[in-house]
């Protein structure tokens, strides 16, 4: 299992922040397959988006550069939590919204990867730990399968989690749960 300490996560992602730059191509050639320094930049990247690292407006910048155009993202953990029918439907009707939901709304941080890699050709598997979520009474893992288009844009993200962990910590579930701290 590959563990990525925060504190080197932020400073990668603080590094690419520095010398902003197109994330087009896979390294010059279209059909290359997602490599794991193209992975963990990414999965910093989106990391360094919730934390709104270095700044809010760096996140927002950071956010447009890597999602594609017709960014789109699902989770049944989310809709679960928010007590929308399970169909299959996104979850925010576009990128631009997405955007405003993350780097409009205070920054989530010390978010962990617990293991990341790429998933066949062109997606990316990240398997990560949420440690300051609200209340923060339990962490919270989950898994995000990212997939980038031609352009090493993200254009879809499929995320499932512990949302009840979730739920408990921000106080969207009222009931008294099993989970334990
Ligand atoms: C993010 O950047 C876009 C333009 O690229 C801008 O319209 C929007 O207001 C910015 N959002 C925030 C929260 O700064
Ligand atoms: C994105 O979705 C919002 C609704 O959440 C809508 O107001 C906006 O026009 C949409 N933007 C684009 C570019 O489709
Ligand atoms: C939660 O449930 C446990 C066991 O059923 C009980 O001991 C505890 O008092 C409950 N806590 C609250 C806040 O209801």
Sequence with gaps: MKFTPLASV??????T??????PHGWG????????QQRADKVVNEIIAIFGHSPSV???NTTAHALLADDFQEFSDSVHALERQPLTGSGLTANKTEWIGGIVG???ITD?????ISPAGC?????YWQFNRVAAATYRVRGFNLIELNAHGQVDQL?????SIAWGLDDGELPCNFTARA
């Design 28 to 35: 010059g050639d279209r059909n290359q397959c997602v490599s």
């Design 17 to 22: 922040l520095a010398t902003p730059q197109r």
């Design 158 to 162: 499929v995320l499932e989690f512990n």
């Design 122 to 126: 062109h997606k990316i598997i990240w």
């Design 105 to 107: 709304r205070p920054p």
């Design 111 to 115: 978010i962990e990867s617990l293991y």
């Design 10 to 15: 932020l400073a990668v992602a603080a590094t």
């Design 57 to 59: 407006d760096a996140a």
